[in-house]
């Protein structure tokens, strides 16, 4: 069986990971074109890969304008440059790999799911969350009646506050003109799980949040607008300084995400000029973020089941957690352990759902799960093994635009 071709664009964090299967598996997935500004991360991928220079693209227009020259394409460009490549690779006869969010705007996303499904494409969204054993696991265990009925389901998103900083404060997805709002951005993973793990359409909804702490308002007195320049007994005393997350991380041995954002070879001197010059060395609170750092999202299913969500900055970096109460036990999650609580026996099950799988380990294993899955589909012609196609995607993207609308209006909203 020969392997499945891709072009990558968008050669960032998010295409590097995906592109490492096949570094793995090259009987399986072969990486023949990447279309990417960067000059850097484009040529990292090319030499990787041994793409050949016709096929080392600086953008997807250059791609369109080719004959098509690969089975698939993945998508992860940022948030708002996913709508049109998506339509045009999908008119092209590419398969689809979409990182999420699909796209900023619920017409946008109607419309490539309209479009893929006119061209008859194989299509799937990046919510890698359904894919990891974990889930699986979760999956199963609910629909063996094990806690009988699921009554109520509560999930905490843990943003982590060193994260939200980098990335919705400084970063790419600090500010919705730029990108999108926050529940789009990080947590229409967390809606897509949560309407996968209840098994049922959500009807109705409702959602608060605001930017309540990375505002000018709370910057210290005294306090620079960068944290190299800030005096340093406001410096040394702030959870957020630039200089103790980054070369924090340094000091630890880390050398990849998230420093590889901030520069392609991170050594204290090329980190220290980033934070000298570029916008994740700026004060948290001197920012031009507007996105919010808390948020839930209370959610009605078809059959009267409830869900509460909740995504905040101020936590410590850690996973998700995850309550469900079922009229016959009660289910505890983090994304690693199940613990299950018996009614019936009043006795506590732990089951242990890590797998040292040695690759592509991100979000629990979610990435492996979602390419593998997409290079099985491709290679049997067999769309069931994809969990988050056009249908399943577009229905759980509807459900974050509602509860965006329903933040703004303060009002519960009926889910198309």
Same mark, same amino acid.
């Given at each position: 069986?020969?392997?499945?071709?891709?072009?990558?664009?968008?050669?960032?964090?998010?295409?590097?990971? $995906?592109?490492?299967?096949?570094?793995?598996?090259?009987?399986?997935?072969?990486?023949?074109?990447?279309? /990417?500004?960067?000059?850097?991360?484009?040529?990292?991928?090319?030499?990787?890969?041994?793409?050949?220079?016709?096929?080392?693209?600086?953008?997807?227009?250059?791609? @369109?304008?080719?004959?098509?020259?690969?089975?698939?394409?993945?998508?992860?460009?940022?948030?708002?440059?996913?709508?049109?490549?998506?339509?045009?690779?999908?008119?092209?006869?590419?398969?689809?790999?979409?990182?999420?969010?699909?796209?900023?705007?619920? /017409?946008?996303?109607?419309?490539?799911?309209?479009?893929?499904?006119?061209?008859?494409?194989?299509?799937?969204?990046?919510?890698?969350?359904?894919?990891?054993?974990?889930?699986?696991?979760?999956?199963?265990?609910?629909?063996?009646?094990?806690?009988?009925?699921?009554?109520?389901?509560?999930?905490?998103?843990?943003?982590? $506050?060193?994260?939200?900083?980098?990335?919705?404060?400084?970063?790419?997805?600090?500010?919705?003109?730029? =990108?999108?709002?926050?529940?789009?951005?990080?947590?229409?993973?967390?809606?897509?799980?949560?309407? $996968?793990?209840?098994?049922?359409?959500?009807?109705?909804? =409702?959602?608060?949040?605001?930017?309540?702490?990375?505002?000018?308002?709370?910057?210290?007195?005294?306090?620079?607008?960068?944290?190299?320049?800030?005096?340093?007994?406001?410096?040394?005393?702030?959870?957020?300084?630039?200089?103790? @997350?980054?070369?924090?991380?340094?000091?630890?041995?880390?050398?990849?995400?998230?420093? =590889?954002?901030?520069?392609?070879?991170?050594?204290?001197?090329?980190?220290?000029? %980033?934070?000298?010059?570029?916008?994740?060395?700026?004060?948290?609170?001197?920012?031009?973020?507007?996105?919010?750092?808390?948020?839930?999202?209370?959610?009605?299913?078809?059959?009267?089941?409830? %869900?509460?969500?909740?995504?905040?900055?101020?936590?410590?970096?850690?996973?998700?957690?995850?309550?469900?109460?079922?009229?016959?036990?009660?289910? /505890?999650?983090?994304?690693?352990?199940?613990?299950?609580?018996?009614?019936?026996?009043?006795?506590?099950?732990?089951?242990?759902?890590?797998?040292?799988?040695?690759?592509?380990?991100?979000?629990?294993?979610?990435?492996?799960?979602?390419?593998?899955?997409?290079?099985?589909?491709?290679?049997?012609?067999?769309?069931?093994?994809?969990?988050?196609?056009?249908?399943?995607?577009?229905?759980?993207?509807?459900?974050?635009?509602?509860?965006?609308?329903?933040?703004?209006?303060?009002?519960?909203?009926?889910?198309?």
């Amino acid at each position: 069986m020969k392997p499945v071709t891709f072009l990558i664009v968008g050669a960032g964090d998010r295409g590097f990971t $995906y592109a490492q299967y096949a570094e793995h598996f090259p009987d399986r997935m072969k990486i023949v074109g990447v279309a /990417e500004p960067c000059e850097y991360q484009r040529q990292r991928m090319a030499e990787m890969h041994h793409i050949p220079s016709e096929n080392t693209l600086t953008n997807w227009l250059e791609a @369109i304008d080719k004959e098509r020259f690969a089975d698939a394409v993945i998508i992860s460009t940022q948030d708002a440059l996913h709508y049109e490549p998506a339509v045009a690779f999908a008119r092209k006869g590419y398969h689809i790999l979409l990182e999420k969010p699909m796209a900023p705007t619920a /017409e946008e996303c109607r419309n490539i799911v309209r479009e893929v499904k006119k061209q008859q494409v194989c299509f799937a969204v990046c919510h890698v969350l359904r894919y990891t054993a974990y889930t699986q696991k979760l999956k199963q265990i609910l629909s063996e009646g094990v806690i009988g009925d699921i009554i109520s389901l509560q999930h905490l998103e843990p943003v982590g $506050y060193w994260h939200q900083a980098h990335s919705f404060v400084r970063g790419n997805w600090g500010n919705e003109q730029k =990108s999108t709002f926050m529940l789009l951005a990080k947590s229409c993973h967390d809606l897509d799980w949560i309407r $996968y793990i209840i098994g049922e359409k959500c009807r109705r909804l =409702s959602s608060f949040g605001s930017l309540n702490y990375f505002t000018k308002a709370n910057q210290p007195s005294g306090a620079a607008g960068r944290c190299l320049d800030c005096p340093e007994q406001i410096e040394s005393r702030c959870a957020y300084s630039a200089r103790k @997350i980054y070369l924090g991380f340094l000091e630890q041995g880390i050398k990849g995400w998230p420093l =590889s954002v901030l520069t392609p070879e991170p050594d204290k001197e090329s980190i220290t000029r %980033a934070l000298r010059e570029g916008d994740y060395g700026r004060c948290v609170f001197d920012c031009d973020n507007d996105v919010v750092d808390h948020q839930v999202v209370n959610m009605e299913f078809d059959q009267g089941k409830t %869900a509460t969500f909740t995504m905040t900055a101020f936590t410590k970096a850690a996973g998700r957690k995850t309550r469900i109460f079922g009229t016959q036990g009660e289910l /505890e999650g983090d994304g690693n352990m199940i613990k299950i609580f018996d009614f019936r026996t009043d006795k506590l099950i732990e089951i242990d759902t890590r797998r040292q799988e040695g690759i592509l380990q991100g979000h629990g294993g979610g990435d492996l799960g979602i390419i593998r899955n997409f290079v099985d589909a491709l290679q049997s012609n067999d769309a069931s093994r994809i969990l988050t196609g056009a249908d399943e995607s577009l229905e759980t993207h509807l459900m974050v635009f509602k509860a965006e609308e329903s933040r703004h209006k303060r009002q519960i909203m009926e889910v198309e």
